[in-house]
């Protein structure tokens, strides 16, 4: 009963004047992607959508069938609204060198992971196995370092752009170590048995996007050597559910947040002996996730 007030309630907030400006920006956010908007826009159009779904019990977000959720990830990396094909495949395989404070910050995480698996003594040329690689970035840029990489993700398509990554970095380097395949993380264990026993399995903004994120560090154990590390870097803290859910939208895609107490939970239940939280130890629900667990 409460609940129905609740949704009554924030239906008519959503339809009200306050809104109005929200709304229009929201009509024409679903047909361009990339709308520049300002922080309040986002946050207002944010808001907006937040209580329009929560009354028809849209929001939060939650997940029905697997194939769906796979699909959706799937036409996200080749259908965004206002971008054709060629121009996301081309985002993705300059990522992260993107002009800007994104493109900066990708590279300044790109460091972090670096002393991530420092800070685990994982060290080149130990084998590493990347959920969630997308076109493949990280991957690459580790193979460099000379670690032993398969990198895995949902998306064939992306998997065809992450292989133009071992044309070019075979070319400076013929001896690099570095493979992608395409697997969903909740049953990567199969798709790369003849590869596994892994040193380290990480993965990098990848593990929201999940259809069974728990199932996925079941896997990601399953993977690992004895002793091996399974590092999850950056994965975002339980308001992104809501900070990204206009995004998540518009690319019909899921994107949730993780407390930091339900991931620590999951990953000792999985089997992990210890857990390390590398950075945000003071987390305050906003701050993204850096954990180490060692099997
Ligand atoms: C935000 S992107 C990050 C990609 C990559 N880590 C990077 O930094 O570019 C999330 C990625 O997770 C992949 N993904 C989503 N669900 C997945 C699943 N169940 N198993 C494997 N990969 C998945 C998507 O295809 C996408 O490439």
Redesign the pocket.
Known sequence: MRNANLRRLAGRVAESGLFHRARSLWDVNQRDWNLPLSKWQKLTTGMFIILRDYATGRFPPTFEDQQVA?DA??S??TALPGMTPEEIALNDIR?PFWHGALGRR?INDFTRICRALESCDVVPPQSLL??????G??AEFLAATGFDVLG????PV?VDTARRRIDSLTRKWPAAHLEYRS????SVTDAVADRAPFDCVYV???LH???DWRA?IAQAYDCLRPGGWLLICNEPNILHTCIAYRVARIANIHEIGFGRSALLRALEQSGFRRTRVLRNRCHLFVRHHWIAAQK
């Not at 990347?130 to 076109?135: M, N, P, R, T, V």
């Not at 697997?183 to 909740?186: K, L, N, Q, T, V």
């Open positions: 796979y990830e799937i996200y990396s990522k990708y990347e959920l969630g690689c997308g076109s970035w990280t895995t993700t949902l998306s992306e697997a969903p993380m909740e990098y903004e990848a996007h999940a259809f996925a």
